[in-house]
Nanobody
Framework: QVQLVESGGGLVQAGGSLRLSCAAS????????MGWFRRTVGKEREFVAA????????YYADSVKGRFTISRDNAKNTVYLQMNSLKPEDTAVYYC??????????????????WGQGTQVTVSS
């Protein structure tokens, strides 16, 4: 069983920055692929970023590439999402997810079998 807890969300002005954290169960960050997704009211949950378990390869949605950075600290068993140059369109509930199987595409929800409860990010104009 894997438990994930997100934190770091809040209200920020456009152009500002936030750093989200995902505290995971023992060895989760180092052993499994991890991802960030987000959901806006009225929209489907969409892929944001992912980091693979092996050599730490990262993947980003086109909408956030160059602005967001996913990283992990194995010692703290925590995954981060550094969000810079935030836009109002980034407003959403952000979810951390763990892929325990190692199969599937990291940009698809179906690849992940454990999810956090989400943290709200609101970007004002």
């Amino acid at each position: 069983q894997v438990q994930l807890v997100e934190s770091g969300g809040g209200l920020v002005q456009a152009g500002g920055s936030l750093r989200l954290s995902c505290a995971a169960s023992r060895r989760t960050v180092s052993s499994y692929g991890m991802g960030w997704f987000r959901r806006t009211v009225g929209k489907e949950r969409e892929f944001v970023a992912a980091i693979r378990r092996n050599r730490g390869g990262t993947y980003y949605a086109d909408s956030v590439k160059g602005r967001f950075t996913i990283s992990r600290d194995n010692a703290k068993n925590t995954v981060y999402l550094q969000m810079n140059s935030l836009k109002p369109e980034d407003t959403a509930v952000y979810y951390c997810a763990a892929d325990t199987t190692g199969y599937g595409s990291s940009w698809l929800e179906s690849a992940y079998d454990y999810w956090g409860q989400g943290t709200q990010v609101t970007v004002s104009s």
